[in-house]
């Protein structure tokens, strides 16, 4: 029996998920969560961690998440702009040298992603769009279970796509979805559309579109054109078999996702329209996520074992 392991190491909290591979199917064994191990001395504390938790459980392989952007011949992390502790460490290295177990590193929204095509709300399909709607807007093209990068790694950048509105967006372009819909540009309209001061977040917004402010309704109509033609975008270009949408944004689906989708289907024209579902798999999606990475490099190590 092959037993994983994923570690998603978050800026707050690092989440431990322990599978089972049960023919080909993973089924959960157990989970915890403690407080992010920090700084000097991080990966010690991370390895106690672990140990504690595996207890008398020896895991084949362990898959590591990584919130920033790591090197991939080495595994390195090159940027994490909430843990600098790890730039310049290869985590999956570290941890696999004090655990004696084989590890692999993966991307966290990689990881989230692929956990949500694979496990999750996009099971079934062989050819998913991962849409992740929080402070910012990402995407992710999931098929047969791996993401698709680019040519230059930058695929799936779904938050840049022109909108053809001229809000500025942080990633200086005028006009992308995220400049309309990212979480923190949602309050910060809302704010400038009132006049007031008062730091908003996209959750205030949606409680006031409730209560009825017509204000909060207008900034979330127009976010919700831009995120309709942002799925008619998707639709064009890669014609997925499911979307799959998550974010804390989607935890109000009547004010944000359901609107954009009635309003897709109306406008679109051509377009294949397939099935809009929100994500199921909540915080956990990263730790499922690397348990796949794990489960891939054991049979990576059992291909090369058997050539
Ligand atoms: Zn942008």
Redesign the pocket.
């Known amino acids: 029996m092959t037993l994983l392991l994923g570690v998603d190491n978050g800026g707050t909290r690092v989440k431990l998920l322990l599978a089972r591979d049960a023919g080909g199917r993973l089924e959960h064994v157990r989970t915890a969560d403690a407080p992010t191990p920090r700084g000097i001395g991080a990966m010690d504390e991370l390895a106690a961690i672990t140990r504690g938790f595996l207890g008398d459980d020896r895991a084949d392989a362990f898959g590591i998440t990584v919130a920033g952007i790591f090197d991939e011949a080495s595994g390195a992390v090159v940027t994490s702009a909430n843990m600098r502790w790890l730039e310049g460490l290869a985590p999956a290295r570290e941890l696999s040298d004090r655990l004696g177990i084989p590890g692999v590193v993966v991307q966290d929204g990689v990881a989230t992603a692929i956990a949500e095509a694979v496990l999750g709300a996009g099971r079934g399909a062989d050819d998913v769009f991962v849409l992740a709607l929080g402070t910012g807007i990402a995407g992710a093209h999931v098929v047969d279970g791996a993401v698709r990068k680019g040519a230059h790694g930058g695929a799936g950048e779904i938050?840049?796509i022109a909108t053809g509105r001229g809000e500025k967006?942080?990633?200086?372009?005028s006009g992308?979805l995220?400049?309309l819909l990212g979480g923190t540009r949602l309050g910060a309209r809302w704010d400038r559309a009132r006049g007031v001061h008062a730091q908003s977040t996209a959750v205030d917004v949606v409680h006031g579109a409730e209560r009825g402010d017509e204000s909060a309704r207008a900034v979330l109509d127009e976010a919700t054109s831009a995120l309709a033609n942002g799925l008619l975008s998707v639709m064009a270009m890669i014609d997925p078999g499911v979307i799959v949408i998550g974010g804390g944004l989607s935890n109000s689906p009547e004010w944000i996702i359901d609107p954009a989708v009635d309003k897709a289907r109306r406008q679109a024209t051509f377009h294949a329209i397939p099935p809009i579902v929100r994500a199921e798999l909540g915080s956990w999606a990263g730790a499922w996520g690397a348990v796949l990475a794990a489960e891939q490099r054991v049979g990576d190590a059992l291909r090369l074992e058997h050539t």
């Open positions: 938050g840049h967006c942080t990633c200086g372009q992308c995220e400049s």
